[in-house]
């Protein structure tokens, strides 16, 4: 063989190799979120996380605290750094609490996507990335949804108080609807939460639109409305799906929810670090949007029947 074409072939098994390394290297990656499996919307969530880990042939672990608690969250993160994993994903409902603890992966060569929530604070923090949606601009579709139908008096359920990106979702609410919102503040308790409600109701027997931050929140509102006559005779909305909610549009005793697609925000994460850590590739983009979508009595149907393989 010519030595220069010798020196040719030399050349590409030196840019093959790093190739054939990444690939034969098992991704560990550790999924960290506020969210709970017990949760029907999150269920999802860690749906699109495994089946993510299949198809990429990736270690993955999913954790997330007992119930909405940002500093075990932080201990969470804190613990995935210290066990030194290929990748990080985490969501953000709250920057302050959990922007020390997500540095210090980035500080630690660990790459960092944000998924849900964070979309505001993602790149600042030093995230490769941000998968979900721009929650203020989602609550401002809705507000403007009930603004065509002439609603003027709304309230807008958080069940998260504290949870920045419903914060966001309220206040773009209200900015679409550009009339006042009166926020009311309920937990994570069925029982308590439909109660809640119900004494609003009583209190305010002329709210025309009412807005749900998710389907905590939504689900007992609706029996509240159902028990007071009055499902399907408010303008009811909702952030996220849930079986439930999916009933109720069909039976058009909710208007609409808006769809975040919450199984791509944890498939697509997981996808983009196993090729980042096997190939090194990673798409040019600091934000992947995966909602809003509005689901509405006329194809509640349809989704219905995706919900139950799990992936909407």
Same mark, same amino acid.
């Given at each position: ?13 030196? %840019? ?5 390394? %990444? ?26 996380? $495994?089946?993510?880990?299949? $198809? ?12 909405? /608690? ?12 210290? &066990? ?53 601009? @989602? ?27 419903? $914060? ?6 209200? $900015? ?8 009311? @503040?309920?937990?994570?308790? %069925? ?12 209190? #305010? ?6 807005? @749900?931050?998710?389907?905590?929140? &939504?689900?007992?509102?609706? =029996? ?10 408010? !303008?009811?909305?909702? %952030? /996220? +799906? ?18 975040? =697609? ?10 983009? +670090? @196993? #090729? ?31 919900? !139950?393989?799990?992936?909407?």
């Amino acid at each position: 063989m010519k030595p220069k074409f010798v020196t040719v072939l030399a050349l590409a098994a030196s %840019f093959l190799l790093p190739v054939a390394v %990444f690939a034969q290297k098992k991704p560990h990656i550790i999924v960290v979120t506020h969210g709970q499996v017990s949760d029907s919307f999150w269920l999802v969530v860690k749906n699109g996380v $495994d089946q993510a880990a299949k $198809d990429t042939g990736s270690e993955v672990e999913y954790r997330a605290p007992e119930k909405f /608690d940002m500093v075990a969250m932080a201990q969470l993160i804190d613990a995935a750094v210290a &066990s030194k994993p290929d990748g990080l994903v985490v969501s953000i409902p709250d920057a302050d609490a959990l922007g020390k603890s997500i540095q210090a992966a980035v500080k630690a060569g660990i790459p960092v996507i944000s998924m849900n929530s964070g979309s505001d604070v993602s790149k600042k923090l030093g995230c490769l990335m941000h998968v979900g949606q721009e929650e203020y601009v @989602a609550g401002k579709g809705a507000g403007e949804r009930m603004k065509a139908q002439g609603i003027k008096k709304a309230v807008c359920i958080n069940q998260e108080v504290g949870n920045a990106a419903l $914060d966001a979702r309220a206040k773009g609410f209200k $900015d679409g609807l550009g009339a006042d919102v009166e926020i009311l @503040a309920v937990g994570m308790d %069925f029982t308590q939460s439909r109660n809640a409600f119900s004494g609003y109701l009583q209190k #305010n027997p002329d709210v025309e639109g009412i807005l @749900a931050l998710g389907p905590t929140g &939504s689900e007992p509102a609706l =029996q509240a409305l159902q028990q007071a006559g009055k499902a399907g005779k408010v !303008k009811f909305g909702t %952030f /996220d +799906l849930s079986p439930t909610v999916l009933q109720a549009l069909e039976k058009k005793e909710m208007d609409f929810a808006i769809d975040q =697609q919450q199984f791509l925000q944890g498939y697509l994460p997981v996808v983009f +670090l @196993a #090729n980042y850590v096997k190939y090194g590739l990673l798409i040019a983009t600091n934000s992947v949007p995966t909602g809003p979508g509005f689901v509405t009595p006329e194809n509640a149907k349809q989704v219905m029947e995706l919900s !139950k393989k799990a992936i909407r």
